[in-house]
């Protein structure tokens, strides 16, 4: 069974409440998504593996520590996903970017793939997938779903807020995989939205709404 990992650090959870607030505008919405995925994705590096090279310093030389060049791609889920990226990638720079479209049909709450652009040597590579929003699973199901079919074999799942529903679901659906979420909420409305939650997480990064 893939690991829920609860991150409470302090300044994860109280970027989170201002995020939460209806009453926060889309510039700080956006920067704070920004900001989280980024203090989310030290955390969720924290099992890189590292190697010993040798430094000369200004006065003598030294045993660092480096990361072993394991390759890495973030794949964030299209639209709200995006907002997660360029955090991730200030921690990890040399890191490569897939993306994957989806979006719930309205009526029948299914994600439907509208996009799909990997880096060609996605399959070597160790993915970490990101979207703001846990609800049913069924994005991230179908998300982790094609990346096994690009044959990526370590897959970790990034969420900024998680329903227990979807983490029971993608946990059934994909026990390999580790879920990072900052915050695991109540329960699911009638129309899975995650409550509490922070409403619609693309129309408040885009401004959609
Ligand atoms: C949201 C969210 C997830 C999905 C979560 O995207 O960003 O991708 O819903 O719901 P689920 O766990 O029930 O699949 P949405 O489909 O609203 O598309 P958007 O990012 O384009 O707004
Ligand atoms: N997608 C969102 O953006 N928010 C939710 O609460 C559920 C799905």
């Given at each position: 069974?893939?690991?829920?990992?609860?991150?409470?650090?302090?300044?994860?959870?109280?970027?989170?409440s201002?995020?939460?607030?209806?009453?926060?505008?889309?510039?700080?919405?956006?920067?704070l998504v920004g900001e989280?995925?980024?203090?989310?994705?030290?955390?969720?590096?924290?099992?890189?593996?590292?190697?010993?090279?040798?430094?000369?310093?200004?006065?003598a030389?030294?045993?660092?520590?480096?990361?072993?060049?394991?390759?890495?791609?973030?794949?964030p889920?299209?639209?709200?996903g995006?907002?997660?990226?360029?955090?991730?990638?200030?921690?990890?720079?040399?890191?490569?970017?897939?993306?994957?479209?989806?979006?719930?049909?309205?009526?029948?709450?299914?994600?439907?793939?509208?996009?799909?652009?990997?880096?060609?040597?996605?399959?070597e590579?160790?993915?970490?997938?990101?979207?703001?929003?846990?609800?049913?699973?069924?994005?991230?199901?179908?998300?982790?779903?094609?990346?096994?079919?690009?044959?990526?074999?370590?897959?970790?799942?990034?969420?900024?807020?998680?329903?227990?529903?979807?983490?029971?679901?993608?946990?059934?659906?994909?026990?390999?995989?580790?879920?990072?979420?900052?915050?695991?909420?109540?329960?699911?409305?009638?129309?899975?939205?995650?409550?509490?939650?922070?409403?619609?997480?693309?129309?408040?990064?885009?401004?959609?709404?």
């Amino acid at each position: 069974m893939g690991k829920l990992h609860v991150f409470d650090h302090p300044l994860i959870q109280h970027k989170l409440s201002i995020l939460r607030d209806e009453e926060t505008s889309v510039k700080e919405f956006r920067e704070l998504v920004g900001e989280i995925a980024m203090l989310m994705c030290f955390e969720a590096t924290r099992d890189l593996p590292l190697e010993e090279v040798e430094v000369k310093t200004p006065v003598a030389m030294a045993k660092v520590k480096r990361l072993a060049g394991k390759k890495l791609a973030v794949v964030p889920i299209l639209r709200a996903g995006l907002g997660m990226v360029d955090g991730m990638l200030k921690m990890i720079p040399a890191a490569k970017v897939g993306h994957i479209g989806l979006y719930r049909d309205p009526t029948t709450l299914e994600p439907v793939e509208y996009y799909c652009k990997m880096p060609p040597d996605i399959s070597e590579r160790d993915v970490i997938v990101v979207d703001p929003m846990l609800a049913t699973g069924g994005s991230a199901i179908a998300a982790i779903g094609f990346m096994k079919k690009y044959g990526c074999k370590h897959i970790k799942l990034m969420c900024i807020i998680s329903a227990p529903e979807g983490v029971k679901a993608v946990q059934e659906a994909h026990p390999d995989v580790d879920i990072y979420t900052a915050a695991l909420d109540s329960h699911l409305n009638e129309h899975c939205y995650i409550v509490p939650g922070l409403g619609d997480a693309g129309d408040r990064i885009f401004g959609t709404k």
